[in-house]
């Protein structure tokens, strides 16, 4: 038995039998398994912020990345994105979107838009938390 290096295609398909096991478990709630909720915002042709998200099985989002440009910040943008996201999952019948931050990075900001911390993880790195937070939408 070799351990091997995955490609994208069998990280994917690996992905997809999880995923079909789980829904043996777990019927899924939702037409489509997985519905891409990703943004982004464009200047001068340049990316200057962007979410990826999406919407899984049971009506739930995962908030996998928020970034947005140093130059841009504090002008809105992030919220601007979460809140585009959250109301597009609302529609599709999300009623709960998770996501996880580092102590260095936006835990107040996710506090602020109605998120709150339930797990956290520390020495992640060493001598930083990770923190898992949530909202019911």
């Known amino acids: 038995m ?7 295609e069998e990280q994917d398909y690996l992905v997809d039998r999880l995923v079909e096991y789980n829904l043996t478990q777990v019927e899924a709630t939702q037409k489509e398994n997985f519905i891409d909720l990703s943004r982004k915002i464009v200047k001068n042709g340049k990316i200057i912020a ?9 009506n739930v989002v995962y908030v996998d990345t928020l970034w947005v440009d140093q130059n841009y910040r ?20 999300a009623k709960l979107i998770h996501l996880d931050t580092f ?7 996710y506090k602020k838009q109605g998120y709150v911390v339930f797990g956290k993880l520390d020495d992640c790195p060493e001598n930083h938390c990770r923190y898992f937070m949530k909202k019911l939408l």
């Open 2 to 8: 070799n351990i091997e290096t995955c490609t994208k």
């Open 50 to 58: 962007g979410i990826i998200a999406r919407m899984y099985c049971w």
């Open 74 to 93: 504090e002008r809105k943008i992030g919220k601007s994105l979460l809140k585009n996201v959250e109301t597009e999952a609302k529609s599709n019948g």
């Open 103 to 109: 102590d260095f990075q936006a835990k107040e900001f």
